[in-house]
């Protein structure tokens, strides 16, 4: 698979942007639930964590993309 995304053009670069934009809408998904009239903190929270858990997938696929391409 990670030959195939670095065959596709896909840089180790973009994995780990999409990793530091992940944490940074994780934290925009958090602030904007707390902001909604009927909010919940709990919803919150987990909205953030769900987004959050996205961004050590992406620095992963940096990790095994930049291994590539010094194949």
Request: charge should be positive.
């Amino acid at each position: 698979m990670i030959e195939m995304l670095h065959n596709a053009g896909i840089k180790s670069e973009y994995a780990y942007a999409g990793g530091f934009a992940s944490i940074a809408l994780s934290l925009v998904a958090w602030l904007a639930s707390r902001t909604k009239k009927d909010h919940s903190k709990a919803q919150s929270d987990r909205w953030g964590i769900f987004i959050g858990h996205w961004a050590p997938t992406f620095f992963a696929l940096g990790v095994a993309l930049k291994l590539e391409e010094k194949n």
